[in-house]
């Protein structure tokens, strides 16, 4: 899969069948485009070309921030996955959300790609006030010699997912939910930081993340079961996110105890992939307590991950 930071030195297309999209999270809806794009592609001997965006065009218009699904390289790495073969990333600016939708369609869709064929979802909309529609993009094929296709609406209803389905369901903790959605792990990436070792004196250490991107979403606070790769090699573990009330903690933690592990990986990056939410956080009459529902945790996490 080739990737193209920017509209600068694209490359020269062949028989180019596009899709348009942020598509956070690289879901189960999403995934149904890029199998039609690349089978699109196939039949005419072209190049699939997903056209996205950074960063979300949300963040610039509605300037508000959006907790994402994914970094831009997992969303790399899931579209390498699903068989695209060429990524372009548009940085999105709000001169570019002023385009008129005819100049959205000529002087960047043609002019950049010259595609043979562009599918979209559903009620896709583009363009100054997302003027622009099935039918504006239909009539200018005509002329400009492209074929438009729609993902049906009864297809995108079927598949009911949406990236804002998946991020209600990681906000409240429901990660098994989520990743039914997304149809792959959810996935979070960061570097091991130095904590207040209170784990090592507890008889559970624990590897503190801190996360590589502001605006990755974290899931609900609370106790999880994940697996963790540690330099390529996956190991179980179990998670908490939260405040650590028990002990008075005052901001936010990611600390994940790593099952059979002892090394120090300080400064590494670590990923976590979640697999059950066992309990939200709460706090402890004393650190007896505590340590004595570590361990229920801990016996839980085990069964869930044999």
Known sequence: MRIFRNLDNLASFKNAVITIGTYDGVHMGHQSILKRINDLAQDIEGESILVTFHPHPRMIVNDKQVSLLSTLEEKFDLLAKYGVDNVVVVPFTRDFSQQSPQAYIEDFL?????????????????????????????????????????????????????????????????????????????????????????????????????????????????????????????????????????????SKTIETNIFDFEEDIYGETIVLDFQHRIRPEQKFVNLDALIRQLKKDKEQVVKLLK
Do not use: C
């Not at 609406?153 to 804002?164: F, G, I, M, P, Y």
């Not at 979403?217 to 330099?231: H, M, Q």
């Open 110 to 250: 043609v002019k950049n790609f010259q595609p043979k064929k562009i599918v979209i979802g559903y009620n896709h909309r583009f363009g100054k006030n997302r003027a622009g529609d099935i039918h504006l993009l239909r009539k200018m094929g005509k002329k400009l010699d492209f074929e438009v296709e729609e993902i049906s609406k009864q297809l995108v209803e079927d598949n009911s997912v949406s990236s804002t389905k998946i991020r209600q369901a990681l906000e409240l903790g429901e990660v098994e939910t989520a990743v039914n959605l997304l149809g792959h792990p959810y996935l979070l990436q960061g570097i091991v930081v130095k904590g207040n070792q209170l784990g090592r004196k507890i008889g559970f250490p624990t590897a503190n993340l801190s996360v590589d991107s502001e605006y990755k979403l974290i899931p609900e606070n609370g106790v999880y079961a994940v697996k963790v790769k540690v330099r390529e090699v996956w190991h179980n573990g179990m998670l908490n996110i939260g405040l650590r009330p028990t002990v008075a903690g005052d």
